[in-house]
């Protein structure tokens, strides 16, 4: 005779389950916790280790981008005052219902390094236009002359008797150098060594190699009252304070020629008497032109308007020829340069 056993319920097989299982060992589970946090923390350290970098080459990419958006504007800042020194100085004539009118142009600009703006959306352009025959040839100046150029800027006496006699020794051939001034003797002492070069400058920057300006940052600042190209002579409709001083002009008259040449150009005929009535002021005359040089210097700079800081610089010397094709010639160019300010 059978018998009928009864099943057990789901909740009595589970506990007979459980009570079969084998427990865990002691402290199990807090290892595993560990290592699911360790996990959890590599984790998160590898994710923001990757999104710092992700920032990184985002950022390097925007500036990247800024960088060549200043550049562009610079360099169309060049030929956008190469276009504005191109245009005719003189109205043209045009005819209109059988009659000569003169049709006035815009006023050229004029190579007196005034600051010019040209507002885009976006960025700006600034840029500077110096007429190289406005500036003091670095080349050909004397010692005085150089020496009041100096005073001008307000550089102190133990500083220019050694930039005034150092110029001179760079530029004249020699082993023996003038009382403050060096030759190779003193610059093949320096590190790393080089030769004094003996000849005439090449650039007004090149002054950064010779003794009293290395490191000081003066040969930037002086690219704006000093040239390699042009004459000895100083055109006085171009050029700056400074310069006027430098020739022997006193301040008070040079600042009154300025003033002047806003309203009209300068004309010898209303300059030389003013000069010729000073005895001290008749060696000046020799040395003052009132016509300017087929070379200009152009400073361009591009910002752009939503980062501070965000700007670049570009130097260019032309050389204009109105019935070349183009009518301009670059004989200078320098990219990255010193922001003038």
């Known amino acids: 005779m059978y018998r009928i056993r009864p099943v057990p319920s ?19 589970e807090g290892v595993i916790l560990l290592l699911v946090l360790w996990v959890l923390a590599l984790l ?65 600009w004029i190579g007196d390094q005034r600051r010019h ?7 700006r352009i600034e840029m500077r236009v110096a007429d190289e025959a406005g500036k003091i040839n670095l080349n050909r100046a004397d010692d005085k002359i ?3 150029l100096f005073i001008a800027l307000g550089i102190p006496e133990a500083k220019w008797r050694v930039m005034v006699d150092s110029i001179q020794d760079w530029r004249q051939a020699g082993l023996q150098p003038r009382p403050y001034g060096a030759k190779s003797d003193y610059y093949l002492g320096l590190e790393p060594p080089y030769p004094s070069k003996n000849a005439l400058f090449d650039t007004v920057e090149e002054l950064d ?25 100083v055109n006085l409709n171009a050029a700056p304070l400074e310069v006027m001083q430098g020739l022997g002009i006193p301040g008070d008259l040079a600042r009154i020629f ?25 060696p000046v005359i020799q040395n003052l032109s009132f016509r300017s040089s087929p070379f200009f210097t152009i400073l361009a700079t591009g910002m752009i308007n939503n980062r501070e800081g965000a700007r670049h610089t570009i130097k260019a010397v032309v050389r204009l020829n109105q019935r070349g094709n183009p009518p301009w010639q670059f004989v200078y160019w320098a990219d990255d340069y010193p922001y003038p300010g």
């Open 10 to 28: 789901s909740r009595c097989r589970a506990e007979e389950v459980k009570a079969r299982s084998p427990a865990p060992p002691a402290g199990e």
């Open 44 to 108: 998160s350290v590898v994710i923001l280790s990757w999104a710092e970098e992700w920032r990184t080459e985002i950022r390097l990419a925007a500036n990247f981008r800024e960088a060549r958006q200043c550049h562009s504007l610079a360099e169309a800042g060049i030929y956008y005052a190469l276009a504005k020194m191109s245009e005719a100085k003189f109205s043209e004539m045009r005819v209109e219902e059988s009659q000569m009118q003169l049709q006035p142009r815009p006023q050229p």
């Open 117 to 123: 703006v040209v507002e885009l959306p976006g960025g």
């Open 146 to 148: 150089l020496a009041n």
């Open 209 to 233: 190699w010779v003794r009293g300006f290395a490191g000081t940052g003066l040969p930037v600042r002086l690219a704006s009252f000093l040239t390699v190209v042009g004459a000895a002579q």
């Open 258 to 282: 300025i003033q002047e040449r806003e309203a009209a150009p300068l004309r010898p005929q209303a300059v030389m008497p003013r000069l010729t009535g000073d005895p001290r002021l008749a």
